[in-house]
């Protein structure tokens, strides 16, 4: 009896919150404040935020999905590399089809109207904790 008493608190100590066992991995400070500033940028006045497969709506029918990210080779902010790399992304333009754009690609034209993709979170960090990595998300303003 003892034993199963035991092996139950050992079970629930481990639990989380989140349904998972064991404790979470911290992130480390310079990954959180960047974040931080990430998802400030995605709340930017006239930016509309989208993570992949849902719509970032520009008003007066332009709207753009996110649907993939093809190359992100990004260097990471604490790593020095020999060039900065970039971030490649296919997305949906409602009413016009799939194109490719990049986080360099600056204002995009289409019927529709311009847009540009002005922010994106994750950071490129070397150091991101196993599974701690959160979803993409792109901010996006008509151009």
Same mark, same amino acid.
């Given at each position: 009896?003892? =034993?199963?008493?035991?092996?139950?608190?050992?079970?629930?100590?481990?639990?989380?919150?989140?349904?998972?066992?064991?404790?979470?991995?911290?992130?480390?400070?310079?990954?959180?404040?960047?974040?931080?500033?990430? =998802?400030?940028?995605?709340?930017?006045?006239?930016?509309?935020?989208?993570?992949?497969?849902?719509?970032?709506?520009?008003?007066?029918?332009?709207?753009?999905?996110?649907?993939?990210?093809?190359?992100?080779?990004?260097?990471?902010?604490? =790593?020095?590399?020999?060039? =900065?790399?970039?971030?490649?992304?296919?997305?949906?333009?409602?009413?016009?089809?799939?194109?490719?754009?990049?986080?360099?690609?600056?204002?995009?034209?289409?019927?529709?109207?311009?847009?540009?993709?002005?922010?994106?979170?994750?950071?490129?960090?070397?150091?991101?904790?196993?599974?701690?990595?959160?979803?993409?998300?792109?901010?996006?303003?008509?151009?």
């Amino acid at each position: 009896m003892r =034993a199963i008493l035991f092996a139950a608190f050992a079970l629930a100590a481990c639990a989380t919150n989140d349904g998972g066992l064991g404790p979470q991995t911290p992130l480390p400070h310079h990954i959180q404040m960047d974040l931080a500033q990430r =998802a400030e940028a995605l709340r930017a006045r006239g930016v509309v935020a989208a993570g992949i497969n849902e719509t970032a709506d520009l008003g007066d029918g332009l709207r753009i999905r996110p649907l993939e990210v093809l190359e992100d080779s990004r260097c990471p902010q604490n =790593a020095r590399c020999v060039w =900065a790399g970039r971030l490649r992304l296919r997305v949906n333009v409602e009413g016009v089809g799939e194109r490719e754009i990049a986080d360099d690609a600056g204002v995009i034209q289409t019927p529709r109207g311009a847009f540009e993709l002005v922010a994106i979170s994750p950071g490129p960090w070397i150091d991101w904790p196993e599974g701690a990595k959160p979803p993409y998300r792109f901010g996006f303003r008509r151009g």
